[in-house]
């Protein structure tokens, strides 16, 4: 199958070395060169994005990112893409895309629980954008169309937690945060393009929401730094958990998230 990733970071070259593995051709488009060997790459501007001397695609992931965290940067990159990307795919025999969104479009900030049912209903520009481009795409490809939303996306780095925690002296509240190991993310990702049945959209967390206080308490443990003080207990955040998961057979590899950080400290020093 040739499958196609419009945005190449570093959860899309996991993604398609799962895939490169299980025998696919795939093609990378990107705004700068990329070397890895899993991909044939394609240098454009996806506001100007040409196809027509791609073999023809079949599978496609769009996982774009914008460079900053402004109102106008994500018009650019979520919104702004679309018509572009689906006026180059229309020669193409597209059996399914997956467009990876974010669970910014769930505005609920007092620590509520949130699933794969739960209405949406964004609380700030940013999420409504989200939602606007996840309206289109289902507009477009109202069959082929998976939307995919993951929360905090860990395992690449500790520097800015380890930074918090040196930083941190008071929280103010008990704010939940939910993350995904980028391994488990990619991992799903890639299991979408052998599913036969797939859902119209996914969470992707480890379902195991976390006061962010407790994750930079155990830093501040391991670091041997002063301990943090709770200023209140007061919920905000959300509290979310992938419902529609089970039924992708998908199992995690990354359900602990302090095993992993144990691990990347280790690394960190004895790097030192």
């Known amino acids: 199958m040739h499958i196609l990733f419009i945005g190449y970071g570093k959860t899309s070259q996991r993604v398609a070395k799962h895939l490169f593995e299980q025998g696919h051709h795939i093609s990378t488009i990107s705004r700068s060169e990329k070397t890895d060997c899993y991909a044939t790459h394609y240098t454009q501007d996806i506001q100007q994005l ?3 001397v791609l073999p023809p695609v079949e599978m496609v992931y769009v996982l774009l990112a914008p460079a900053q965290s402004g109102i106008e940067a994500y018009q650019q990159t979520y919104l702004d893409s679309v018509e572009p990307i689906v006026h180059a795919l229309k020669a193409h025999p597209v059996q399914r895309i997956i467009i990876v969104s974010s669970t910014r479009v769930y505005g609920e900030n007092a ?8 209405p949406i209903q964004p609380a700030d ?7 606007k481009m996840e309206l289109l795409w289902q507009a477009h490809y109202p069959k082929q169309s998976v939307i995919v939303r993951p929360t905090g996306i ?3 780095s500790i520097v800015r937690l380890t930074k918090l925690a040196e930083q941190t002296a008071t929280y103010p509240a008990i704010h939940f945060s939910n993350r995904i190991h980028i ?5 799903f990702l890639a299991r979408l393009v052998n599913l036969s049945k797939v859902e119209k959209s996914y969470l992707i967390t480890n379902n195991t929401p976390l006061p962010m206080h407790e994750i930079l308490l155990w830093f501040q443990q391991q670091l041997n730094l002063p301990h943090l003080k709770l200023l209140s207990e007061q919920h905000t955040g959300k509290q979310i958990y992938a419902t529609r998961l089970g039924d992708t057979g998908f199992q995690f590899d990354h359900l602990i998230c302090f095993n992993d950080y144990a691990a990347a400290l280790l690394v960190h020093s004895n790097e030192k």
């Open 154 to 156: 860990y395992g690449t």
């Open 125 to 131: 520009e940013q999420g409504q954008i989200l939602r």
């Open 50 to 52: 040409d196809l027509t």
């Open 183 to 187: 391994d488990d993310l990619a991992k």
């Open 111 to 118: 620590g509520e629980r949130i699933d794969d049912e739960s």
